[in-house]
Protein backbone atom coordinates (compact mmCIF):
# COMPACT_ATOMS: atom_id res chain seq x y z
CA UNK A 1 0.00 0.00 0.00
CA UNK A 2 1.32 3.70 -0.66
CA UNK A 3 2.13 5.56 2.36
CA UNK A 4 2.46 9.76 1.29
CA UNK A 5 6.11 11.01 3.05
CA UNK A 6 5.79 13.65 5.24
CA UNK A 7 6.76 16.47 3.13
CA UNK A 8 7.36 18.49 6.02
CA UNK A 9 9.71 16.90 7.79
CA UNK A 10 13.01 18.45 5.50
CA UNK A 11 15.13 15.50 5.50
CA UNK A 12 12.25 13.23 3.92
CA UNK A 13 11.41 15.76 1.60
CA UNK A 14 15.52 15.97 1.06
CA UNK A 15 15.43 11.97 0.54
CA UNK A 16 12.39 11.66 -1.75
CA UNK A 17 13.35 14.69 -4.02
CA UNK A 18 17.36 12.87 -4.21
CA UNK A 19 15.24 10.62 -6.67
CA UNK A 20 15.30 13.19 -8.97
CA UNK A 21 18.27 13.14 -11.10
CA UNK A 22 20.07 16.24 -11.74
CA UNK A 23 23.15 17.73 -14.02
CA UNK A 24 26.29 19.03 -11.50
CA UNK A 25 27.61 22.52 -12.56
CA UNK A 26 29.85 24.67 -11.30
CA UNK A 27 28.36 28.42 -11.04
CA UNK A 28 31.65 30.28 -11.68
CA UNK A 29 32.83 34.09 -11.46
CA UNK A 30 36.00 36.37 -10.48
CA UNK A 31 35.71 37.80 -7.19
CA UNK A 32 35.97 41.30 -6.49
CA UNK A 33 40.32 40.83 -6.00
CA UNK A 34 40.35 39.17 -9.66
CA UNK A 35 40.31 35.20 -8.20
CA UNK A 36 38.06 32.66 -9.69
CA UNK A 37 34.87 31.55 -6.97
CA UNK A 38 32.85 29.14 -7.74
CA UNK A 39 29.88 27.04 -6.17
CA UNK A 40 28.41 23.95 -7.19
CA UNK A 41 24.92 23.22 -8.20
CA UNK A 42 22.29 21.11 -9.00
CA UNK A 43 19.50 23.48 -10.18
CA UNK A 44 20.83 24.64 -13.09
CA UNK A 45 18.07 24.72 -15.53
CA UNK A 46 16.82 26.15 -19.55
CA UNK A 47 13.99 28.89 -18.61
CA UNK A 48 13.60 30.74 -21.80
CA UNK A 49 14.32 30.59 -25.41
CA UNK A 50 13.22 34.14 -25.89
CA UNK A 51 14.96 36.08 -24.60
CA UNK A 52 17.83 33.58 -23.61
CA UNK A 53 17.43 32.75 -20.09
CA UNK A 54 18.78 30.28 -17.68
CA UNK A 55 18.49 29.45 -13.62
CA UNK A 56 19.70 28.02 -10.55
CA UNK A 57 18.80 28.10 -6.95
CA UNK A 58 21.80 28.80 -4.37
CA UNK A 59 21.29 28.47 -1.13
CA UNK A 60 20.85 32.12 0.52
CA UNK A 61 23.08 31.30 3.37
CA UNK A 62 26.08 30.97 0.81
CA UNK A 63 28.86 33.74 0.65
CA UNK A 64 29.90 32.37 -2.48
CA UNK A 65 26.56 33.38 -3.97
CA UNK A 66 26.72 36.17 -2.54
CA UNK A 67 30.03 37.03 -4.27
CA UNK A 68 28.91 35.92 -7.26
CA UNK A 69 25.92 38.24 -7.13
CA UNK A 70 28.68 41.46 -6.38
CA UNK A 71 30.54 40.29 -9.78
CA UNK A 72 26.78 40.67 -11.50
CA UNK A 73 28.12 37.81 -14.49
CA UNK A 74 28.63 34.48 -14.02
CA UNK A 75 29.37 31.36 -16.06
CA UNK A 76 27.33 28.04 -15.76
CA UNK A 77 30.32 25.08 -16.54
CA UNK A 78 28.45 21.89 -16.87
CA UNK A 79 30.50 18.97 -15.56
CA UNK A 80 31.26 16.20 -17.27
CA UNK A 81 31.35 12.81 -15.41
CA UNK A 82 34.99 12.19 -15.07
CA UNK A 83 34.83 15.47 -12.97
CA UNK A 84 33.66 14.51 -9.79
CA UNK A 85 36.79 14.86 -7.90
CA UNK A 86 37.09 18.70 -9.35
CA UNK A 87 33.10 18.86 -8.21
CA UNK A 88 33.97 17.89 -4.98
CA UNK A 89 37.04 20.24 -4.84
CA UNK A 90 34.71 23.36 -5.18
CA UNK A 91 32.19 22.09 -2.79
CA UNK A 92 34.34 21.65 -0.37
CA UNK A 93 34.24 25.37 0.38
CA UNK A 94 38.20 24.65 2.21
CA UNK A 95 41.28 26.17 1.02
CA UNK A 96 41.93 27.53 -2.67
CA UNK A 97 38.81 25.57 -4.67
CA UNK A 98 40.55 26.33 -7.53
CA UNK A 99 43.86 25.14 -6.67
CA UNK A 100 45.21 22.39 -9.92
CA UNK A 101 41.63 22.97 -11.35
CA UNK A 102 42.70 24.25 -15.35
CA UNK A 103 40.70 27.07 -16.60
CA UNK A 104 40.29 30.03 -18.95
CA UNK A 105 39.14 33.45 -18.32
CA UNK A 106 36.42 34.42 -21.63
CA UNK A 107 36.45 37.16 -23.19
CA UNK A 108 33.26 38.28 -20.38
CA UNK A 109 35.74 38.34 -18.01
CA UNK A 110 34.69 34.61 -16.48
CA UNK A 111 36.37 31.64 -15.58
CA UNK A 112 35.70 28.71 -17.99
CA UNK A 113 36.39 25.38 -16.55
CA UNK A 114 38.77 23.53 -18.78
CA UNK A 115 37.04 20.17 -20.35
CA UNK A 116 33.61 21.13 -18.92
CA UNK A 117 30.88 19.82 -21.19
CA UNK A 118 29.40 23.10 -22.06
CA UNK A 119 29.60 26.68 -20.61
CA UNK A 120 27.12 29.53 -20.07
CA UNK A 121 28.03 32.75 -20.00
CA UNK A 122 25.40 34.87 -18.35
CA UNK A 123 24.77 38.55 -17.25
CA UNK A 124 22.86 38.16 -13.56
CA UNK A 125 19.09 39.49 -14.99
CA UNK A 126 16.85 38.70 -11.47
CA UNK A 127 17.10 37.37 -8.35
CA UNK A 128 13.83 36.76 -6.40
CA UNK A 129 13.24 34.48 -2.95
CA UNK A 130 12.40 30.87 -3.30
CA UNK A 131 12.62 29.65 0.57
CA UNK A 132 15.62 29.04 1.82
CA UNK A 133 17.34 29.68 -1.62
CA UNK A 134 16.50 32.18 -4.13
CA UNK A 135 16.05 31.88 -7.84
CA UNK A 136 18.89 33.34 -10.17
CA UNK A 137 18.04 34.04 -13.61
CA UNK A 138 20.62 34.68 -15.84
CA UNK A 139 20.73 36.59 -19.30
CA UNK A 140 22.74 34.37 -22.09
CA UNK A 141 25.95 36.29 -23.32
CA UNK A 142 27.29 33.61 -24.90
CA UNK A 143 27.50 29.44 -24.90
CA UNK A 144 30.11 26.89 -26.07
CA UNK A 145 29.64 23.13 -26.13
CA UNK A 146 33.22 21.61 -25.59
CA UNK A 147 32.37 17.72 -26.46
CA UNK A 148 30.09 15.41 -25.78
CA UNK A 149 30.49 13.15 -23.62
CA UNK A 150 28.91 11.66 -20.53
CA UNK A 151 27.93 14.22 -18.03
CA UNK A 152 28.36 14.16 -14.30
CA UNK A 153 25.11 13.72 -12.49
CA UNK A 154 23.52 13.70 -8.65
CA UNK A 155 21.44 10.84 -7.63
CA UNK A 156 20.23 9.77 -4.70
CA UNK A 157 23.54 11.39 -2.32
CA UNK A 158 26.21 10.16 -5.27
CA UNK A 159 27.72 11.12 -8.74
CA UNK A 160 27.65 9.19 -11.53
CA UNK A 161 27.51 9.19 -15.11
CA UNK A 162 24.98 8.68 -17.64
CA UNK A 163 24.55 4.93 -18.65
CA UNK A 164 23.42 5.60 -22.38
CA UNK A 165 19.86 5.59 -24.17
CA UNK A 166 16.86 3.26 -24.20
Not at 28 to 47: C, D, N, R
Not at 97 to 105: M, W
Amino acid sequence: MFEAADFRDPKEFRRILGHVPTAVSVITALSEKGEPIGMVVGTFTSVSLDPPLVGFFPDRKSRTWSAIKMAGHFCANILAADQARLCRQIASGEGDRFAGVEYSISTHGLPVIANALASIECRIHSVNDAGDHYFVLGEVLGMEAVHATDPLLFFCGRYGGFSGLV
